[in-house]
């Protein structure tokens, strides 16, 4: 049975893609495309061109393309839920631990050297989201795109010094960007 | 159970899932300006310490972020309510463009906008981390070196998130055995 088949298959995709994002990419290489069939390389570089333009986890977005085109919107609903499930439970179980032992002072110390780590990690998601989008990632000076830079730092005034709504500074940066490459064509 | 707080963690996890361009620890972020910043439901290294959870257990970071400040918020309903919003928007979103991808994919006008968004992103990350990274320097020192020390493990050297984290555990629990040692002395 197909949903079934969804279902397993990105259940083991979602128990055993660490480190989220790209981390999962070969994992689910290997079950849609190899092991499967269900899309082919070229149709799985779409689904990862399309993952990059809009919102939300690579791991959904791949159960519900894949889903979706095997076996209509059920079969995006199961892989979609097999997909989260492990999470579900574990990061519930972890969660509730969490609760329970947070005074611990086992725990306690745990978690002093986890928080700064956590903001390093948080912080590093950042550096490489703007190397990108200065065009740094390529280590020449011809690829720096400085109205990348001066949208950056319009964004950043605008947050730190006016607070402004952090969704309403990303969507005004994409309009920005488009009305500086229609103006310059 | 408040009905006002899983109403309000629906509305704010599905509003912010669909803007989460740009990977997991985004939602985070937006999650972390919402719920610590906007409606002070959750302290500041409370929320730290559930991006680690979120982190540390496989599977999306977005999924994972839902589920533990749903947990922390509501329960176990709210751990349903917020991984049920989260999926929402990317769900939809996937399902309408699978049918006709290639003509978003080759859009000049979606390209710019989404193009130029990533400087937005990227703007909220940096000032969330600045922010934190300061609250982090005022706590101590030892804080501030490890923050330090992972940002250049993992941006520069590229170790594996997993094993920065397991490290950051040993390092908490001989230091819990060393001040239990010293006691005992």
Known sequence: ?185 | MNKKVLIKLFLSTLYLSAFTFGGGYVIVTLMKNKFVDECHWIEEKEMLDLVAIAQSAPGAIAVNGAIVVGYKLAGIIGVLVATVATVIPPFLIISVISVFYTLFRENRFIAYILDGMQAGVGAVIASVSIQMGFGIVKENKISFVIMAAVFVMSLYFKINIIYIILLCILIGVIKTLVQAGKKAL
């Open chain 1, 1 to 185: 049975m197909i949903y079934l088949k969804l279902f397993i298959s990105f259940l083991k995709i979602g128990a055993f893609s660490f480190g989220g994002g790209y981390a999962a990419m070969p994992l689910i290489e290997s079950e849609v495309v190899n092991t499967n069939h269900w899309l082919s390389a070229a149709e799985f570089g779409d689904l990862i061109t399309i993952s990059q333009m809009t919102p939300g986890p690579i791991a959904i977005n791949s159960a519900t393309f894949v889903g979706i085109r095997i076996a209509g919107i059920f079969g995006a609903m199961a892989a979609t839920f097999g997909c989260i499930l492990p999470a579900l439970i574990l990061v519930t179980v972890i969660a509730w631990l969490y609760t329970k032992y947070q005074k611990l002072s086992m725990l306690q110390s745990i978690l002093a050297v986890l928080r700064p780590a956590v903001v390093a990690m948080i912080a590093i998601s950042g550096v490489k989201i703007l190397m990108q989008a200065f065009g740094l990632d390529m280590l020449t000076i011809k690829s720096i795109r400085l109205h990348m830079i001066v949208i950056f730092f319009v964004c950043m005034i605008l947050l730190i010094k006016y607070n402004k709504n952090p969704i309403t500074v990303m969507v005004f940066a994409g309009v920005l960007n488009l009305l500086y490459n229609v103006l310059t064509d």
